[in-house]
């Protein structure tokens, strides 16, 4: 997810688990060279993905429920790309620490294509989940002029392309009516 976006996430996931994100960072993870600068990472030269990063607190939420959210409000299926961002940067992946949390990515990324084969979510670049999965690296924060990004710059809310896909309570209540 891009970093400029990841306090979108925060405000709607907090909205439905309150408190449950803490110490929330926007940078970089996954690349071939310690502390990168912006201007390197947007070139794609380093290898990098822009990441939010932050603490979960699993007492209010889980991360099979974060990892839920963040499918719910990108477009999974697009590679190299978020929005109008291109390039490896811009790579939809989320970075795991444990075994377990990649099985649960899995899971996940197995709902989500089921729903977009079933056609009951639509409105997606591409008909396949391109989400990657890999182990995480070191986290190097971005620079302070890349952190709440929009709240600093409000004019270019217009660009983000993060909306709201769909909602699991909606897709759930479906499945079970």
Known sequence: MSPEKSHFLLKNFQDQFPDS??????????????DPEYAEVKKGKTNHVEVAHGLL???????????RFCHSIIDPTT??????????????????????????????????????????????????????????????????????????????MGECSHRIFFKWSDINVAASG
């Open 21 to 34: 994100i803490s110490e929330l960072e926007v940078g970089f993870m996954g690349g071939d060279m310690a």
């Open 57 to 67: 607190d699993t007492s209010k939420a889980s991360f099979e429920d974060l990892v």
């Open 79 to 156: 590679h190299n790309q978020q929005g109008i961002d291109h390039g490896t940067q811009y790579a939809t992946v989320i970075f795991v620490y444990t075994p377990e949390q990649a099985a649960t990515v899995t899971t996940v990324i197995a709902d989500v294509q089921a729903l977009i084969d079933a056609g009951t979510i639509t409105g997606y670049s591409t008909p396949n989940v391109a989400t990657q999965i890999r182990l995480a690296r070191p986290f190097y924060p971005a620079h302070e002029g890349h952190m709440r990004y929009f709240e600093k710059h409000p004019e270019d």
